[in-house]
């Protein structure tokens, strides 16, 4: 097959990781994939397809090569790929990183990008059932993945609890579903009742170096910041972490949490829609609504509790094993074939 698609970014992230792993994978089983992107944008993971620089901000119809398969993804890049699509260059499929009108600017326009094609790829149960509500459109689930670089390391000392979170830069907007304010304040509480505990915050390295926010955040005396620079220190700091803590009340799948799982820590979150189809409340991990405030209430007693923490952190374990980029790839790829026979 020929797949081409249209990318703003590939920056650190969870929606950025799933493309690489895509379009990795179906390059490797020898399709010819192409990526169409800006001049400027960003590739922070290693790409094996060909990438195709462009002037403009977004793809434009006249960019795409003649496909068997056109991509979208975000909504900005939707017109464009179905104006190459009706123009005769490839069959458009919209793979649906997250349904933009309900967290971010623009929301009229990017409703409305959900008419443009009935062939839409989600994360998630709880997101193919908000865009078939909103636009009646039952979308393919491609579920997330875990790499193979997340594994337990047997350096979890137990003595001296870390706690750790993802924080991402607020300055571009576009963090606001992360309720990161909220999750700043309930660790502070925990540090208070809990002393010796140690929080650590994870941030993209290009994302702290860039963010005020983050470095006045960094000069507080009770927190700890890690710049991991790719998997292998991810998966260190997060092998050191005993309690991992998210925050998110709006995501497709919430990968962190994935990720922080099938290293062995044990997971504290909040409902954020798309994490319910792996997480599951006393079972592993402790998830709560947002209203509830009981992100604190329920990492101190993870805190308290050593037994409840090793079950939840070994039933995470075993749940994460089933998320697999092999298995997303091979979804996807069936998924594509699909579209074509049709």
């Not at 979208?72 to 490839?90: D, H, L, M, Q």
């Not at 309720?179 to 915050?201: C, G, M, R, T, W």
């Not at 092998?239 to 062995?264: C, H, R, W």
């Not at 329920?298 to 308290?304: A, G, H, K, Y």
Request: glycine share 6%.
């Amino acid at each position: 097959m020929k797949i081409t698609f249209s990318i703003i970014t590939l920056c650190k992230g969870g929606a950025q990781r799933m493309l690489a792993e895509l379009i990795n994978h179906l390059t490797r089983m020898g399709h010819d994939v192409k990526i169409v992107m800006p001049s400027f944008g960003l590739v922070e993971y290693t790409i094996l397809a060909n990438i195709i620089r462009v002037p403009n901000s977004v793809p434009k119809a006249s960019d795409f090569p003649v496909s068997d398969i056109l991509v979208s993804n975000y909504y900005t890049t939707v017109p464009e790929v179905e104006a190459a699509s009706r123009a005769g260059k490839g069959k458009h499929v919209r793979l649906s990183l997250c349904y933009e009108p309900t967290f971010l600017p623009e929301n009229n326009v990017s409703f409305r990008s959900y008419h443009l094609t009935p062939h839409v790829f989600v994360l998630s149960k709880w997101q193919q059932d908000i865009i078939l509500l909103n636009h009646g459109i039952k979308g393919s689930i491609i579920p997330v993945g875990v790499s193979s670089a997340f594994k337990p390391l047997g350096i979890r000392k137990g003595n001296g609890l870390n706690i750790s979170a993802v924080m991402r830069k607020t300055e571009d907007g576009y963090s606001s579903h992360r309720e990161q304010d909220f999750l700043v304040d309930q660790l502070y509480q925990v540090k208070v009742a809990n002393p010796s505990v140690k929080i650590n915050f994870i941030t993209p390295p290009n994302e702290f170096h860039t963010s005020d926010s983050l470095q006045k955040l960094k000069l507080a005396p009770w927190v700890n910041f890690y710049t991991p620079a790719d998997d292998i220190e991810l998966n260190y700091h997060l092998n050191q972490t005993d309690i991992f803590v998210n925050s998110s009340t709006y995501d497709s799948a919430s990968l962190p949490s994935l990720e922080a799982m099938k290293t062995g820590a044990a997971v504290v979150t909040t409902y954020a829609g798309g994490n319910t189809d792996y997480g599951k409340h006393g079972v592993n991990c402790l998830m709560s609504y947002r209203y509830e405030e009981k992100l604190s209430k329920q990492v101190t007693e993870l805190i308290q509790n050593q037994t409840l923490r090793n079950r939840i952190a070994a039933a995470g374990m075993q749940e994460a094993q089933k998320w697999t980029w092999e298995r997303s790839s091979r979804l996807f790829h069936q998924a594509l074939l699909k579209l074509l026979s049709s």
